[in-house]
């Protein structure tokens, strides 16, 4: 069983900033992919960004505005979300692998106009 701890996040307003942490129960060498996904009510969950055999994928929504990190001593991922809109308001989910998926649990984030 993997828990993943989310912090960060909250109100901020169009072109702020925020970062979002995860904090995994493992090693975050043993997980593969691990990232993140938002979701809107009425809509599916999408990927807003993984990490996965060393590379990173994102979404095309957030290319160039969000970047994801990792911290091996912490066994920690990070999102940093700049240049921050409106559209990108939604619930945020921890993400990883480890023979099933694991979510965290979820935080809002808002983005004023």
């Known amino acids: 069983q993997v828990q993943l701890v989310e912090s960060g996040g909250g109100l901020v307003q169009a072109g702020g900033s925020l970062r979002r942490s995860c904090a995994a129960s493992?090693?975050?060498?043993?997980?593969?992919?691990m990232g993140w996904y938002r979701q809107v009510p009425g809509k599916q969950r999408e990927l807003v960004a993984v990490?996965?055999?060393?590379?990173?994928n994102y979404g095309d929504s957030v290319k160039g505005r969000f970047t994801i990190s990792t911290e091996n001593a912490k066994n920690a991922v990070y999102l940093q979300m700049n240049s921050l809109k409106p559209e990108d308001t939604a619930v945020y989910y921890c993400y990883a692998l480890v023979f099933k998926d694991y979510w965290g649990q979820g935080t809002q984030v808002t983005v004023s106009s």
């Open positions: 493992t090693s975050i060498l043993s997980i593969n992919p």
């Open positions: 990490i996965s055999g060393g590379g990173t």
